[in-house]
């Protein structure tokens, strides 16, 4: 009777964990979602204004500096500087073979379009999500194997008081529910 009851709790805390994981990498997108775009808009507007005075007239060099200086940033996968005929200026990127969100803004001089500004950053995938939150996820299991184990030893008393409780009463010469 008591084997059914083992499985049944095994199981619920099985998917408890699974579902506690499954809210903290969700949590965890959303929130470097959110971060990403702050860091994306902020990262564009800085390098247009960096790059502002070398784009008329296009300083290719300086652009490529400037450009590489902005990729040192781990999130960046690639950066484009563009002129206002969107051909390449610069180019630059850690990972250019890496999937991400991209942030594009105008580079505007005296109310004329002299460029463009391209920021893609690295979207992280949940296997990196994972070993970033490895911790939290260990603490969770660790708390759960605690509660299945407290509450385990908890059903095995009860079960033993009822026991030990027929058995006295039995013995009486009564009769038990």
């Known amino acids: ?3 059914p009851r083992q499985g049944l709790f095994a199981s619920l ?7 506690h994981t499954f809210l903290l990498v969700i949590a965890t997108t959303h929130q470097l979602n959110e971060n990403r775009a702050s860091q994306g808009q902020l990262m564009t507007s800085q390098l247009v204004a960096d ?10 060099v300086s652009l490529a500096l400037v450009a590489n200086r902005y990729a040192t940033n781990p999130s960046v996968t690639s950066i484009r500087i563009l002129d206002a005929n969107k051909q390449v200026l610069a180019t630059s990127g850690m990972a250019k073979t890496r999937q991400g ?31 970033t939150q490895w911790l939290a ?4 299991l660790f ?4 509660h299945h184990f407290t509450h385990h030893s908890y059903i ?3 079960l033993q008081e009822k ?11 009564g009769s038990c529910l």
């Open 51 to 60: 790059s502002l005075s070398e784009l008329e007239p296009a300083n290719t």
């Open 1 to 3: 009777m008591n084997a």
């Open 143 to 146: 708390i759960h194997f605690l």
């Open 156 to 158: 095995l008393q009860t």
């Open 101 to 131: 969100e991209v942030f594009v803004r105008d580079a505007l001089q005296n109310e004329k379009k002299v460029g463009t500004v391209e920021i893609t950053l690295i979207q992280p995938s949940i296997g990196e999500i994972l070993r």
């Open 137 to 140: 996820i260990l603490a969770s």
């Open 163 to 173: 026991e030990t409780f027929k058995a006295s009463f039995a013995g009486r010469g």
């Open 13 to 19: 805390l099985i998917v408890s964990f699974a579902l």
